[in-house]
């Protein structure tokens, strides 16, 4: 038996019948509504309720995020820009055209991850220039928690469509097998 061989037997290729592939789906949106553009969002509940010195730093850990998710951007913006297409075109083609379950399985996590990315990088440009001021904890809080939502509303979307394609492709499997 090749290496090979044995590495294919330990990581079943066939995601969507995989429970680890379930798990780490269910963890990826658990983390993405979590941490919101790089603040967790206890740290938002926490400035909501108390305010005062949990607002100041909710407004400096916003400044921090904002300011790296920007620098990032600015940087390696191009690159990215042209990456991230590349990765995804190439395993929408393995995955939907050559009917690659792994890469099917990939996109489905990446590609609604992208969108979130994108959202991300909107938000961070808006909040720059109200954290450049003297911003108010609260407004601060409100923006974070709207990005959540649209994180959430994304993240419950791709996991319905990712529960509906797997349950296609296992009873496709099970049935034409």
Known sequence: MSILDTLFS???????SNLWYWIALAVTWSSASHWV?????DMVLRARRKGGQAGAELVAMT?????????????????????????????????????AEFA????????PLACVGLLSLRAAGRLEATLKAEPDPDDIAKAL???????????ILA???????????NF??????
Do not use: C, E, N
């Open 63 to 99: 400044r921090v995020s904002v300011t790296r998710i920007l620098t990032i951007w600015r940087d390696g913006g191009m690159l990215l820009a042209v990456m991230v297409p590349f990765i995804l075109t190439t395993l929408l083609i393995l995955g939907f055209g050559y009917g």
């Open 10 to 16: 330990v990581i079943d290729m066939r995601s969507f």
């Open 159 to 169: 996991i319905v469509v990712t529960a509906l394609w797997g349950m296609i492709q």
């Open 37 to 41: 553009l790089g603040v967790p969002f």
């Open 104 to 111: 099917q399985a990939t996109v489905l996590i990446l590609l």
């Open 172 to 177: 496709r499997l099970w049935t034409f097998g």
């Open 145 to 155: 928690a709207y990005h959540r939502l649209k994180i959430q509303a994304i993240g």
